[in-house]
């Protein structure tokens, strides 16, 4: 979600330090703790320019490998981490940076003592970090790789793969026509799956097979997930895939997007594999820990790609940190939101397509209640991140009859609870079971687990987001879409919900008078049903 | 696959029982009538009086109980606009559900127009002409028209006969004044739709409901043609109901009742019906009428029948109810059907070669093979704690043929077949009576070393021989191709079993020499 926690820098008062020099808009860091190293970048960003790298650095710090071990974070891992981030901190001080965002991904967040750490980076180095999930990372990425690969047929009129491999997991989401429909996080990290296979003790060879079937394990759960046979593109990220494109094109590679052709790519696979890491080690310069998962890396690409339509792998230069500039260069513009508004809709309606969703009935509902949210602008105070998740809610509200009609509300709420929709984090989604929970059947109740796990604002964002969604369900209670549009008028204290629509209207009629409750008892105020005059 | 379809009209509530094949053909073994009138006073006065649930709910329980004698799987039941319109339609509903145990759903005038019109399609030889279709109910007159499998337009009016019978039959024979009140009515109500209807254009009318079938017997009676068994495609035209409708505006109660071809429980409604129709027929400027004896209930049916063809193939296939219920689930949940049906395979020889140990029976050895077949579902929500999700659904996903500590023992082994051990604190397992738990404890203990024997899902090892000496339990495993990935996996998940058992584990694999392996070793 557009929703960073835009940060920003107090200045210790250095004694003798030069004043700041008065700049109108001074340039932005963004920081990248990962699993295998912490990074810097430092740039000129502005709504509407192109973004100027003034510096980037970076520092291996194998956070990954103590968490995925050991599931926390060691004591020189730390020490080293905090001296890493202290180094950061004087870089953005020379640049006078105010405006930061600060990140950390799956070591960190999987780490049993993160809290402690990411205390310990605030004390020492004034830096504030957040934790942020699989999907806020998908969403950062992707929009890294749409502005670098802008024009390009993978992001427009093709279908496509775009895949990082991490040290902890891999991100992988599908494009159809630039727009992201499914996501996900997936066990095929290069750090975790060397440790996981630590222990097996016998021949190299023995060992890459074993790592070989265990990618194609999880390569067939991804290939369940999404039609990954339907791309014809596939988009490469991380360190290690961009080691091999540096290796085969050398130095004509280009700087912005490397393209590699399927041939030749295979080929450096297979001569990577013959090699044991200290020759990796010796033969590529490389330290200790990049030699250690680049081959888990590569085969994991190389399987995923076999498993794509694609001839090539595109290698575009975009990461987690481009994408936090690019988040924090564009303003809070609305076409932004509408942005991505698109691409969190059609993840959910690929999810609703999975479930055999009711697409028309499921439509239909998501409009009314986006009418009925607009309608009621002046007495929801809700933002219109809210009225985007309403609308998932609403899209989605009936899946859980996939599992079974009976209570199906409350297995919509499990199933939302898991689910992974593009550019939604796990807190958004809390709020989006909810709200979809209570479509039907009870009100919140103080023994429902789920909604007593929410803190006190979101109850009350679920309150009033539900109240609408269950008037919106009850207007097209008979699945027919029979109401093609409404309008709230405020008479006497009371709403009066005029409805526009085709047909014999007694069914939703009744139907939003029963169902109007709960919205009566959120916003105090009654409603009252009626037919758009004028028309026949 | 049996299937009861109950229509709870107005008038009277219809069920037909049904055998349906996996093609979607099916055949009726049983047919139930009964007029309850539900709709007496309720079309009026808004509200289902108690007498009148009283008798809706002796006929469900009574039609409950003849399903049940068939043995039918499914129960598909529609409310129409008795229960629609009245303001404790939904009590009476709730309770239909909780004292007989069954969920009536209600459908709109739209819906039924939907539903009658598929079950003329398919019952009435149309020729792929546009045809319309009449249904004059107790409650509400339907009129659907479409060409072929496209349904185009539907009407729903509250012109049904005992809703006409209450507000304007005060007069017995029928006044001149009552039957203008009647018609102005009609007209009013249907003012301009008719004309749309025409307009749209129709080259058969179909008629059905109980109504339109007796006017159309005493239609035929008068014309001296004895009414043929069935009145199923036999044609009327309209200007024979024309005569009979003057004839019974023109009669009393203890006349029609003796008419040639009357059913004598119709004899006060059926005088509304005959006029309400005219008017229709008159205005639609319909010459030739078709009978059809199916309407909703066939609908209802050929609707459901639509929805699930693999549901239907699946009762072909796997008589059994549990068999079936598993398979559905799996198959829901787009399972990995070769691993599945592997690790079961799997798991119960391991649990038969062990059997002095655990001391199980049968009723175990079930439940371990289908919480083997649905281990992996829980992969559909999402791959990380799909194990988790297992349970989940399988709690919640409608297994039939379980008692529900079966249900709840099956979930659980499939729940515990990877990641953490049972734990008194984990809700489910923590709910369980002790023997339950320990049949958790010693299934799931199989069920994860199976899984990790198909680790790669390719069904590498294809047998296991279990011996046991000196508290050792050794399985030896034939293998065909290489299998270091389950060699791998499996030491990692012997503790549960070895707990259970009191014994140690181990595993190991030998390369079977197959007749292709045989073949290969020759050729080379």
């Not at chain 1, 409350?410 to 989604?429: C, N, P, W």
């Not at chain 2, 309400?276 to 049916?301: C, K, M, N, P, Q």
């Not at chain 2, 009762?315 to 079961?344: G, K, M, Q, T």
């Not at chain 2, 604190?425 to 023997?435: N, S, Y």
Request: hydrophobic fraction near 40%; proline fraction near 3%.
């Amino acid at each position: 979600m557009p929703k960073p926690r835009k940060r920003t820098l107090t200045r210790k008062p250095a004694p003798g330090a030069p004043p700041p020099p008065p700049e109108p808009v001074r340039p932005v860091g963004v920081v990248d703790i990962g699993a295998s190293a912490v990074r810097l970048t430092v740039a000129d960003a502005r709504a509407g320019e192109a973004i100027q790298i003034l510096e980037e650095a970076s520092r291996g710090v194998l956070l990954g490998k103590d968490v995925f071990t050991h599931g926390r974070l060691g004591a020189a891992t730390i020490e080293a981490a905090l001296k890493t981030l202290e180094g950061f901190r004087r870089i953005m001080d020379t640049y006078g940076v105010v405006r930061y965002r600060a990140v950390a991904t799956s070591a960190v967040r999987e780490a049993q003592n993160h809290e402690t750490f990411l205390d310990r980076v605030r004390l020492r180095t004034g830096i504030d970090v957040e934790t942020i999930d699989g999907s806020e990372e998908n969403r950062l990425t992707y929009l890294a790789v749409r502005d670098r690969l802008r024009g390009h047929e993978a992001v427009s009129a093709a279908d496509a793969v775009l895949v990082e491999i991490g040290g902890g997991s891999a991100d992988i989401s599908f494009l159809r026509k630039g727009q992201p429909i499914y996501s996900g996080t997936y066990a095929l990290g290069s750090i975790r799956m060397r440790q996981n296979l630590a222990s097996w003790q016998s021949s190299r060879e023995q060992w890459v097979r074993l790592l070989r079937r265990h990618i194609h394990n999880v390569v067939g759960d991804i290939r369940r997930e999404m039609p990954l046979r339907e791309a014809t593109h596939f988009i490469a990220l991380g360190g290690d895939v961009r080691f091999a494109a540096e290796r085969i094109l050398g130095a004509e590679m280009p700087e912005d997007l490397a393209v590699l052709e399927k041939a030749p790519f295979l080929a450096f696979c297979e001569q990577l594999l013959a090699d044991e890491v200290e020759g990796l080690v010796e033969d590529y310069r490389l330290t200790q820990a990049d030699a250690e998962t680049l081959v888990p890396a590569l085969l994991a690409y190389r399987e995923l790609l076999a498993e794509t339509s694609a001839e090539r792998v595109l290698v575009p230069d975009a990461s987690l940190r481009a994408g936090l500039l690019l988040d924090l260069a564009r303003g809070d513009e609305s076409h932004e939101i509408e942005d991505f508004s698109r691409q969190v809709l059609a993840s959910a309606q690929a999810l609703g397509e999975k479930y055999r969703y009711d697409a028309s009935h499921a439509k239909n509902v998501a409009q009314l209640a986006t009418r009925l949210f607009d309608e009621l602008g002046s007495e929801h105070g809700l933002s219109p991140r809210d009225r985007l998740l309403l609308e998932v809610a609403a899209l989605l509200h009936d899946i859980g009859i996939y599992v079974n009609l009976r209570g199906h509300h409350k297995h919509t709420q499990y199933v939302l609870s898991v689910a992974e929709i593009f550019g939604l984090s796990r807190d958004d989604m809390a709020i989006v079971s909810n709200v979809a929970r209570y479509h039907r059947r009870a009100t919140p109740q103080k023994s429902h687990l789920p909604y007593m796990a929410l803190d006190s604002d979101a109850r009350v964002q679920v309150n009033k987001l539900a109240a609408i969604l269950r008037v919106a369900n009850a207007l097209d209670a008979d699945h027919l879409q029979k109401v093609k549009d409404l309008r709230v008028v405020v008479e006497n204290e009371a709403w009066a919900l005029e409805v526009e629509g085709a047909g014999d209207l007694t069914m939703e009629r009744l139907a939003t008078l029963a169902r109007s409750d709960f919205l009566t008892e959120v916003f105090g105020r009654k409603l009252s049903f009626r037919e758009a005059p004028g028309k026949p | 696959m049996k299937i009861a379809a109950i229509d709870l009209g107005s008038n009277s509530f219809h069920m037909i029982i049904v055998e349906v094949s996996a093609s979607g053909t099916f055949q009726v073994i049983d047919r139930e009538k009964e007029m309850v009138r539900l709709g007496a006073d309720t079309l009026s006065s808004g509200r289902l009086p108690a007498a009148a649930m009283k008798r809706g709910l002796a006929a469900l329980s009574k039609y409950k109980r003849l399903a049940q004698t068939h043995g039918v799987d499914k129960i598909l039941a529609v409310a129409t606009s008795a229960i629609r319109e009245a303001r404790n339609g939904e009590d009476f509903l709730e309770r239909v559900g909780r004292e007989i145990g069954f969920w009536p759903r209600v459908v709109s005038g739209e819906q039924e127009g939907r539903l009658i019109y598929l079950a003329a399609l398919h019952s009435v030889h149309l020729e792929g002409k546009r045809a319309l279709v009449i249904d004059l109910g107790g409650g509400s007159v339907e009129m659907a028209l479409g060409e072929g499998s496209r349904l185009e337009r539907v009407l729903s009016e509250k012109l049904g006969v005992l809703r006409m019978t209450e507000r304007f039959v005060k007069s017995d024979p029928l006044s001149a004044k009552d039957e203008g009140k009647l018609v102005a009515h009609v007209e009013e109500t249907l003012a301009g739709k008719l004309e749309k209807l025409r307009e749209a254009g129709f080259e058969r009318v179909v008629g059905s409901s109980g109504t339109i079938l007796a006017l159309a017997s005493l239609a035929l009676e008068e014309q001296g043609e004895k009414p043929p068994e069935t009145l199923h495609h036999a044609s009327v035209s309209a200007a024979a109901l024309r005569a009979v409708r003057k004839r019974l505006v023109a009669s009393q109660f203890r006349e029609r009742v003796k008419m040639a071809g009357m059913d004598e429980r119709r004899a006060d409604i059926i005088v509304a019906g005959a006029v309400v129709f005219d008017e229709i027929a008159r205005r639609l400027g319909v010459s030739e009428l078709t009978l059809s004896e199916w309407s909703l209930r066939e609908g209802i049916l050929l609707n459901y029948i639509h929805g699930h063809p693999r549901s239907l193939a699946r009762a072909e296939a796997y008589p059994d109810i549990r068999r079936r219920s598993v398979f559905d689930l799996a198959e829901r949940c787009l399972y990995d059907e070769p691993h599945a049906r592997h690790a079961a395979a799997l798991a119960v020889q391991v649990f038969d070669a062990t059997r002095r140990l655990h001391g199980l029976g049968d009723g175990e050895r079930v439940l371990l093979e289908n919480a083997a077949l649905l281990h992996d579902i829980g992969h559909h929500i999402s791959y990380p704690g799909h194990h988790r999700h297992t349970y989940y659904l399988i709690k919640n996903g409608d297994l039939r043929g379980f008692a529900p500590t079966e249900i709840e023992v099956i979930a659980n082994v499939a729940r515990y077949h990877r990641r953490g051990h049972p734990r008194r604190g984990h809700a489910g397992f923590g709910a369980l009576p002790k023997q339950a738990r320990r049949s958790v404890r010693v299934l799931a203990g199989i069920l994860r070393i199976v899984d990790a024997l198909d680790r790669s899902h390719r069904q590498v090892i294809r047998s296991v021989q279990v011996s046991e000496r000196g508290g050792v339990l050794r399985l030896r495993c034939a293998s065909e191709g290489n299998c270091d990935l389950e060699l791998w996996g499996v030491p990692r998940r012997t503790q549960l079993l070895e707990e259970a058992l009191g014994q140690s584990v181990r595993v190991e694999t030998f390369e079977r020499e197959t007749q292709t392996g045989v073949a290969r070793r020759a050729k080379a």
